[in-house]
């Protein structure tokens, strides 16, 4: 089936921010919209490792009994509200 593919393919866009992130830093191009990729590393890695491990993404959290999150998804929400907010403030 196609989902066996997600992992590797999540391992590929992992490895393509580590490549980008390495260079940046020798560089010294270690802009706010570069730090803004750190979290969305560490979830992306939280994710692959999950799904190579187990099969499936395992850190959910339940909250107040009614909504369910995935800790690795909010890291890579919170480095993709980062980077829209560095993008805004570069235009202004």
Do not use: C, E, M
Not at 46 to 67: E, K, M, T, W
Not at 81 to 91: E, G, H, M, V
């Amino acid at each position: 089936p196609a989902w066996r593919f997600i992992p590797w393919l999540a391992l590929l866009v992992l490895i393509g921010l580590v490549v980008l992130l390495t260079i940046r830093a020798r560089t010294k191009h270690l802009t706010p919209d570069t730090w803004s990729l750190i979290p969305i590393l560490l979830g992306g890695a939280s994710n692959v490792f999950d799904r190579f491990n187990y099969q499936g993404v395992i850190d959910y959290v339940n909250i107040l009994g009614f909504a369910t999150i995935n800790l690795a998804d909010i890291l890579i929400f919170t480095g993709l509200i980062f980077t829209f907010i560095q993008s805004y403030d570069q235009r202004r």
